[in-house]
């Protein structure tokens, strides 16, 4: 397996250790995180993983846990209050639906989309975002609830969300901030690497750079939870051609 560089190129990082007999690296140019060697595997999603997170959680039942996921989704949806209005929208990794669910109430004409099997909600496609077939500039709403950092090259999930977000559309991503202060001051003792799990745990400076390269300027940050990031991008481009990355 090759050791790669950071998404952003740049060859100088710090190692931070080894986790689970993998280097750990911490790119001194971005701040992003990220393992030396990584593949993703999308099986170990389909059966693996979903029995690994019933275990973790420990609310074993789907009703229990999408109880808890409503009211989580519930916080989501009220935070970005006021920079999304009911439109189409997709999930990216949708887990139990909670976040669908609440959109729905809410008047979105909500879908989601999620690998493991326990998605059989009439909303949910139980399938791969990477190869599904959506139509093109079809949604105007596209959320990523830690999800970017699951995948092997975050590019190609970059360039799949452009053909599919309409002109104006809003990108909402939420996942840990490798900036935080947990995450300096853990290092590799930080909860969120996971090297069987987690690929580039990009920073948020990383992210609007790339997002605002692709005409996708950042309109709103926060931090929802402490020691994590939520980034609200907007669809800039009149008409989407999203060949150049
Ligand atoms: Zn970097």
């Not at 931070?16 to 993703?40: A, D, H, M």
């Not at 990108?171 to 799990?197: C, D, T, Y």
Request: proline fraction near 4%; glycine fraction near 6%.
């Amino acid at each position: 397996m090759a050791i790669r560089d950071c998404i952003c190129g740049r060859t100088n990082k710090i190692s931070l250790g080894f986790k689970e007999g993998i280097e750990i690296v911490r790119c001194q140019s971005c701040n992003t995180i990220f393992p030396v060697t990584y593949t993703y595997n999308e099986q170990f999603y389909r059966d693996e993983y979903s029995q690994q997170y019933q275990i973790q959680r420990e609310t074993p039942t789907y009703s229990d846990r999408i109880d808890h996921d409503i009211s989580v989704a519930e916080c989501r949806f009220k935070s970005l209050q006021g920079v999304i209005e009911p439109t189409k929208s997709l999930d990216i990794g949708s887990g139990t639906g909670g976040f669908v669910k609440v959109a729905l109430k809410a008047n979105y004409d909500a879908y989601g989309i999620e690998l493991m099997p326990f998605a059989v909600e009439d909303r949910i496609i139980n399938d791969s975002f990477l190869t599904y077939e959506f139509e093109p500039n079809s949604f105007g709403l596209i959320t990523m609830f830690d999800v970017l950092e699951h995948f092997d090259n975050p590019f190609i999930i970059i360039r799949k969300i452009l053909s599919i977000l309409q002109s104006g559309g809003i990108l909402v991503i939420e996942q840990p901030n490798p900036m935080s202060e947990e995450a300096i001051n853990k290092g590799i003792l930080w909860k969120h690497i996971k090297p069987q799990e987690h690929n580039y745990l990009i920073s948020d400076i990383m992210l609007t750079i790339i997002f605002k390269y692709l005409r996708l300027p950042l309109i709103k940050q926060f931090e929802p939870i402490k020691g994590r990031m939520c980034l609200v991008y907007q669809n800039d481009r009149l008409r989407n051609s999203y060949t150049s990355i």
